[in-house]
T-cell receptor, first 108, second 111 residues
């Protein structure tokens, strides 16, 4: 089967950097995705890593270590609008499997 | 832009009623999915479809069925709604790549 672990809640200060970790167990691993969901909204795609290393997209970066079955989402220069839930998801031989989500609260 | 629409944002039904949730995507995607989202449990896959008239069970198919008669439309059916099916239901589609596009969700309350 597949399972993912990520922290349930994280709080960070506006302007700071925050890292949301995700560890996974899966068979037939293809890659790790990250999605953002604001309260009352739909999840939206942020990033995808198939290979080891860091992928940067503006203020957001995502990292993958296949050997450690581990990845993280890094958010820099935090803004209040970044307050949302963030889900990691693994793709493999089955449809995407999502983690339970990390609720990020950005405080002033 | 990809657009995934769901027939209702909010729905209130009685126990035992048959409930239809409709999802339509406008990007000719082959793959469509139905999830339910509950606090603390994340997104759980109910059913998915990789082609017209094709369906596969996800992780929690009990109490649900689906229909895909046309490529753009994927319907979720609750044959006899129960209170434990009160949830947020999310539809998603993808062309086969890694990006899933989600609809706005239907918040269903079963009384």
């Amino acid at each position: 089967g597949q399972s993912l672990e990520q922290p349930s809640e994280v709080t960070a200060v506006e302007g700071a950097i925050v890292q949301i970790n995700c560890t996974y167990q899966t068979s037939g691993f293809y890659g790790l995705s990250w999605y953002q969901q604001h309260d009352g909204g739909a999840p939206t795609f942020l990033s995808y890593n198939a290979l080891d290393g860091l992928e940067e997209t503006g203020r957001f970066s995502s990292f993958l270590s296949r050997s450690d079955s581990y990845g993280y989402l890094l958010l820099q220069e935090l803004q209040m609008k970044d307050s949302a839930s963030y889900f990691c998801a693994v793709s493999g031989n089955t449809p995407l499997v999502f983690g339970k989500g990390t609720r990020l609260s950005v405080i002033a | 832009d990809v657009k995934v629409t769901q027939s209702s944002r909010y729905l209130v039904k009685r126990t035992g009623e048959k409930v239809f949730l409709e999802c339509v995507q406008d990007m000719d995607h082959e793959n469509m999915f139905w999830y339910r989202q509950d606090p603390g449990l994340g997104l759980r896959l109910i059913y998915f479809s990789y082609d017209v008239k094709m369906k596969e069970k996800g992780d929690i198919p009990e109490g649900y069925s689906v229909s895909r008669e046309k490529k753009e439309r994927f319907s979720l059916i609750l044959e006899s709604a129960s209170t434990n099916q009160t949830s947020m239901y999310l539809c998603a589609s993808t062309a086969g790549g890694e990006t899933q596009y989600f609809g706005p969700g239907t918040r269903l309350l079963v009384l």
